[in-house]
Every structure is written in C-alpha cells, then in structure tokens.
C-alpha cells in the first residue's frame, strides 16, 4: 500500500522532488538504504521496493546504496532509520550535495513482484496491490501496461479470480454498467482496478491484497 501511495502522489509534485519513504519492517538489518535518481524526482528510503512503483515510472537512471556516514545523525539507531538516515540524506541532498557523494551504483536492488506484472501472448498476470474502502480491487497493471492488451472501452474482456473465469466490461466510469454489475476500468491510482458499480468487489469475488489476478488475452470477446 505505502508503494501504490507514493506512486499515486509522485506525478503531482514539480520536477527535483526530494521523496522520503519509510515503510521498513526489515529496519536495523542487512537490508540497505538506498538513493534512487530517476529523470523527475529523487526517491530516499529502504531496498525493499517501497521506491520501485513510483521509481519505475518516472524512469530510474541511477541507484546508489547510500553508504556514506557524513550524510546520517551521529548516532544511527537499529530502529529508525527514517530520522537517523533517510531524513538527514534528504535534507542533504535539498542543500546542493550530490547523489553521487552517498554511496556507490548499485544493479542488484530489490525488485518486488508487484512491480512486475508479467505479458505473455496469451494473459497478463499481476497481483492485488490494495483494497480500498469501498471495496475496488487495485492491480498493480497500470494503465500504460494495460493499453498493450489491446482492450478497448466498452469491450469484453475475461478475468481469471481466485482460479474462476469472470467476464468484465472494461469501462470508463463506475456508472457505465448497472447497478450490482462488475466492471474493470483504469481507476484514480492509474492502474487497472476491478469493481461493482455501488457494490463491493473484494467481497463478491473473495479477493484480498496480495492475491494473483490474470487477464485473459485469448479469450477476449
């Protein structure tokens, strides 16, 4: 939820954007701070794909393993590394330092699986990033991703949920199928969400964040 958050908000912040995002179960371990240089914004916080989403679709150019003490408090803590480094790297960074003085490039950062949803010729597979309160399945296949399927609005296209075959209508507006009638559309979040028009998605199909959702590519109708 905090990578399709930050995903979300990143478009709408003006180019040289500092972003400090700490979501950290993995805090005080082996797991490493990193600095993520893309062609819009800058990106500071755990290896642990928080950063990837938003990262990914602003075109990430550089990343480096933030190494240099110079840049943290003193005395780092093992259980908040949010103050101790990644704010003092930001702060840094909006004072004129150089990425390049935090550390060396790294190519071996962690790439979640929700950040790659899979195309083949035959389906496109993702995953349920979030669940929101009125119950709307959001994928991790954003809209860019989704137009490769060649699916148009107003179309029909085949879902498979929970190992079930489910028909959509891949729609512009909630409103566009009747009311208690699913639908599929590229939701606020710019990513393919599934939903019911005044009802609640998650709870008809069984689904939960986390679980696999397919689109049917051969079947479409």
Known sequence: MGALVLTSAAPYFPK??????VVDPGVGTKRRPILIETSHALYVGPDNGLLLLAAQKQGIRHVLNITNSHY?????????HGRDIFASVAAHLASGSDPTDFGSEIQDYVIPKFAKPELTANEFRGEVLHIDDFGNIITNISAEDFEKTRIKDGSTFQL??????????????????????????????????????????????????????????????
């Open 16 to 21: 040289g954007t500092i972003h400090v995002a």
């Open 72 to 80: 943290m408090l003193s005395r780092v803590s093992k259980t908040f």
């Open 160 to 221: 498979r949920l929970k190992g079930k075959i489910t028909a959509l209508k891949f729609c512009s507006a909630y409103g566009e199928t009747p009311i208690g009638k699913p639908l599929a559309l590229i939701g606020s979040h710019d990513f393919l969400e599934i939903s019911i028009n005044q009802g609640n998605a998650s709870k008809k199909f069984g689904i939960k964040t986390g679980d696999q959702i397919t689109v049917v590519l051969c079947k479409q109708r």
